[in-house]
């Protein structure tokens, strides 16, 4: 089955303490992406990838980390988290074929409480 | 600044009924529009809208683009209960980096 897949589903860690949320997807995706969802802001891109080992800043990138060293894994790492990154996130993939504008498909969300 | 409205921010309707939910942009270098659908899970994909295809059916759903005046809107005839979640509007573009910027999303809810 074609799917996004993201660990742990839900997570509530203290301030400080490093975590790292995986993502996963196994349609040969060039194209993964992450995004946070809070109420009223509707989702915001983190950081996307284009294909391994390019990645670059959405809008919201301060306090995040990511990798693409392998093309079907996109890690997001939050180094030093804090309250304000309490959230919803998706992680996303798409094709490339014309642009990075096509139709993502979404994993089922990892909802991170940081107290 | 590249940004996406969506109106109204929510909406409430009987089954049977139309709705036609809004999507305006400013997006530099705009290269499509989607729309989604988003229930209390991920969001699924409905359409995709770009300068060769600004138009798109399925079903009781339908879309048009107007790239002149920047705007999209999503019309779904004969409501639902199914129909009752968030649809969500990105917007998809290039200025330096390519941007894919969503809209706050409009909350449906479709009473029987």
């Known amino acids: 089955e074609a799917q996004v897949t993201q660990n742990p589903r839900y997570l509530i860690t203290v301030t400080g303490k490093k975590l790292t949320v995986t993502c996963s997807q196994n349609?040969?995706?060039?194209?993964m992406s992450w995004y946070r969802q809070d109420p009223g802001l509707g989702l915001r891109q983190i950081y996307y990838?284009?294909?391994?080992?390019?990645?670059d800043k959405g809008d919201v990138p301060e306090g995040y980390k990511v990798s693409r060293k392998e093309k079907r894994n996109f890690p997001l790492i939050l180094e030093s988290p804090s309250p304000n990154q309490t959230s919803l996130y998706f992680c996303a993939s798409s094709q490339t074929s014309g642009g990075p504008y096509n139709e993502q498909f979404f994993g089922p969300g990892t909802r991170l409480t940081v107290l | 600044e590249d940004k996406v409205v969506q109106s109204p921010l929510s909406l409430v309707v009987h089954e049977g009924d139309t709705v036609t939910l809004n999507c305006s942009y400013e997006?530099?270098?705009?290269?499509?529009l989607l729309w989604y659908k988003q229930e209390k899970k991920a969001p699924t994909f409905l359409f995709m809208l770009t300068s060769s295809g600004i138009e798109k059916k399925s079903g009781r759903l339908s879309s048009i683009l107007d790239k002149k005046e920047l705007f999209s809107i999503l019309n779904i005839t004969a409501t639902q209960t199914g129909d009752s979640a968030i649809y969500l509007c990105?917007?998809?573009?290039?200025?330096?980096?390519?941007?894919?910027?969503f809209g706050t999303g409009t909350r449906l809810k479709v009473l029987a």
């Open positions: 990838s284009m294909n391994v080992e390019v990645t």
């Open positions: 997006v530099t270098n705009f290269r499509s």
């Open positions: 990105a917007v998809g573009g290039f200025s330096g980096t390519y941007k894919y910027i």
């Open positions: 349609m040969n995706h060039e194209y």
